[in-house]
Every structure is written in structure tokens, then in C-alpha cells.
């Protein structure tokens, strides 16, 4: 089977109606599909205004805000209606890809199971980590058992970063994972993005060091860890102004955490690219993301950057050549390694130079088609076992 013959059925929890890491990708992925001419269908929620436009198909599933404090922009799909699944019948999908395992994932696959279709799995977050920022941690365990079954129904999964694919089968998760890594928009995203004029508007002067943050503004991106790592590198009496780029429900929480913090809100395109690269150096010291699409923009934009030794950045990162890695958790630790950026231009400028020289190596069509072969492959074994029976 030709690419350009398959048809794939797509299930996602959020499409486009919030604009996300996961998302961007989803969407990046269709693109490329439809233009080699493949079919896709995608299901998910809907809602009256969405962030952006879905690309391809889009089919509305039942769905809830998501029942979670602070987490009311997403929804959760609760089924597939039957008029869901009359629709899914008629397009007569090849292959269902599942990239959430909320209740509409677990439907999907049991639906492709009866007709013997085979099933991917993207992994773009790694869910059991979030309850520990809502003071849950017990219900980790619980959480990761409840995946562990979830993937382990999937014929393969694809991940986004080497270490995650390891995290992955350490945990039991599966034994077929492969990798879809992440591309960057390099239109947007690069070093001649910065303008002095507009860091002048915002309250930074020239001589400013701006550590970045970049994301949505909730607790599980890791907010009271940047916070008290802020407030350990002021001990450190290292110069520097800190940009929060992004907003979301733990805003508040933030700007009072951080005191003279300078925040501009949501950006999208060229005045994102422009809000990032008008930054020094790049903060992410969130454990949860699978790849880390933010710390790769923020190479792409010329900036060192220091992160969490956790899966995702980790795969991204060269400690000491294109920024640091540190153990996650530990303020004091974080602050030892944004000081020296604070202090010294040329290896802010080293760093981030070889950052920007690495982030030419991720292409969006290369990541893509890994995706598309994976398809490929899992379409013909099912055959292959089905002419077998």
C-alpha cells in the first residue's frame, strides 16, 4: 500500500479549540498527510470559538469540561456517539491513531479492535506526572497503571525523544515505540527575531539579562519551581529581569510569585518569535512535556537554555554546549546554572549559537514521514496476520 491510499482515522482530546504543543503537532502531521495525499478524518471536541483553524476534517465528539481545578479550557471526549461511530463506519479507516487516552481514546480503540484495525498511540505528555502539582501524588500509581493498559491495547506507540521512548518501556508501557520527534517553524523561530526597540516597550533595557519562560500558564509547566528558582538566583545577587511569554489559569498565582516579573500574554507567530528571541536565556524546569517543542524554539531563537534533566529537553539539550542540564526539583540547583548566563554574554552567545546550529536539524516533513512509515508498516502486518487465519 502507497501512502497516498490510506485512510486514517485521527482521535485527539484537543484539536484546536486551545492552542497547545500537542495540538500544533497533530495538526503539522495532517498537513503533511493530506499533501502526500493520504485521507484523514480527525474526532475530537468542538467548541463555538476555536484557537485556530483545524486542519482536514474535523468531527465533533461528546465531550466535558475537563473535570480537573484550573483545567476548564480543556474538554474531555466522554464517547463516541452513534453518530460517531456511523460516521467512522462509512469512512472505513485503514488505521485509528489515538493521541489521548481520555474515554474517546479508550472508545476508539475498542472500536478498531472488533473490525481488527490497527491502532497507534502518540504519546505527547506524560499524564502521570500531573497530580503531583495539584498535591495528588498519590494518585500516581493509579494513573500509570491506568496508561500501562491504555498503550499496551495499541499495536505500536510513537514518542516524541529518545529518553521518553526509554521511560516508556521502563514503565511496561509497550516494546514497540518509535520515534516522532518535533520540527520547528523557522520562520518564525530564529536569532534575527530580536528587536531591541520592543524590549524597550516592555521595561528592558539593553544591557537587561531576560530569562524566558514560554508556555501555558499552569501549574504542572512547573511555575512554583521557576518562582523559587528566581528567587534563589537573587541570593546569588546575579543580574538579571525575568519575561513570562504565555498565559492561562495560574497567571495570578505567577505574577505574584514573581514580583517585577514583566508579563506580555499569548503571542502567535512572527510576535512570538519576536518575544522569544528579544530574551538571553531560555528557563524550562517542567518534568511533564515529552519532547519539549518550547525548549527547540528557543534554540532555534539563538538561546541557551536550562532545563530539567527529565525526559524531553534531555534529548534536546547538550549540557555545557548549547545550555545546562539540571537534576529536576532543585531550586538551588537551577539558579547555580542560569548565574553564569546572567554574567557573562560571551557564553550566553556561545551557547545559544550552538543551539541555533542543532535546531537546523529538526524539519517538520522528515519528523513527519516517520509517522507515515509507521503506518505503513502496522497496515501491512495486520494484513499479513489476517491472510494467516
Known amino acids: 500500500m502507497e501512502l497516498s491510499d490510506l485512510r486514517i482515522a485521527l482521535f485527539s482530546g484537543n484539536y484546536n479549540y486551545t ?12 498537513e503533511y498527510l493530506l499533501r502526500q495525499g493520504a485521507t484523514v478524518r480527525t474526532y475530537a471536541p468542538t467548541v463555538e470559538n476555536p484557537a ?7 468531527v465533533s465528539v461528546p465531550s466535558i469540561p475537563m473535570p480537573v481545578k484550573g483545567r476548564g479550557e480543556y474538554r474531555m471526549p466522554t464517547h463516541l456517539s452513534r453518530e460517531n461511530k456511523a460516521d467512522m463506519e462509512r469512512f472505513d ?20 479492535m472488533r473490525r481488527g484495525l490497527p491502532v497507534l498511540a502518540s504519546v505527547h505528555t506524560r499524564f502521570e506526572t500531573y497530580p503531583r502539582y495539584y498535591n495528588m501524588s498519590f494518585l500516581e500509581p493509579v494513573i500509570e497503571a491506568g496508561l500501562k493498559r ?11 525523544s529518545h529518553s521518553t521512548i526509554e521511560e516508556l518501556k521502563d514503565q511496561g508501557m509497550h516494546t514497540d515505540i518509535s520515534l ?7 520562520e518564525i523561530f530564529r ?14 533595557e539593553d544591557g537587561d539579562v531576560a530569562i524566558a519562560f514560554l508556555g501555558r500558564l499552569v501549574m504542572e509547566k512547573g511555575l ?14 546575579a543580574p538579571h529581569k525575568v519575561l513570562v511569554i504565555g498565559d492561562g489559569p495560574a497567571r495570578k498565582w505567577f505574577e505574584n510569585a514573581l514580583p517585577g516579573g514583566i508579563f506580555v500574554g499569548f503571542q502567535t507567530g512572527k510576535n512570538l518569535g519576536r518575544a522569544l528571541a528579544s530574551a538571553d536565556v531560555f528557563f524550562n524546569p517542567s518534568v511533564t512535556e515529552t519532547f519539549g517543542n518550547v525548549s527547540l524554539e528557543a534554540m532555534a531563537s539563538g538561546l541557551p537554555v536550562v532545563a530539567s534533566q527529565a525526559t524531553g529537553s534531555a534529548s534536546l539539550v547538550t549540557d555545557w554546549e548549547t545550555g545546562r542540564l539540571v537534576p529536576p526539583g532543585d531550586a538551588h540547583a537551577f539558579a547555580e546554572a542560569l548565574a553564569p548566563y546572567c554574567r557573562n554574554g560571551e557564553l550566553r552567545e556561545r551557547h ?6 542543532k535546531a537546523r536539524e529538526y524539519s517538520w516533513d522528515a519528523v513527519n514521514s516517520a509517522v507515515a512509515e509507521t503506518y505503513l508498516r502496522l497496515v501491512e502486518q495486520a494484513r499479513s496476520k489476517s491472510s494467516q487465519k
Open 150 to 160: 491504555f498503550y499496551n491495547r495499541c499495536d505500536a506507540l510513537v514518542a516524541p
Open 191 to 204: 536569532p534575527d527575531r530580536r528587536d531591541m526597540a520592543w524590549r524597550r516597550t516592555i521595561g528592558l
Open 19 to 30: 492552542r497547545d504543543g500537542a495540538n500544533q503537532a497533530l495538526n503539522r502531521l495532517v
Open 224 to 237: 512554583d519551581l521557576f518562582a523559587e528558582s528566581i528567587v534563589q538566583l537573587r541570593r546569588l545577587e
Open 52 to 58: 485556530f483553524e483545524a486542519t482536514g476534517d474535523l
Open 352 to 357: 545559544g549559537a550552538a543551539g541555533e546550529a
Open 93 to 112: 479507516p485503514h488505521i485509528v491513531h489515538v493521541s489521548s487516552p481520555d474515554p474517546g481514546g479508550h472508545a476508539a480503540v475498542r472500536w478498531a
Open 180 to 186: 516522532w520527534t518535533r520540527g520547528v517553524d523557522r
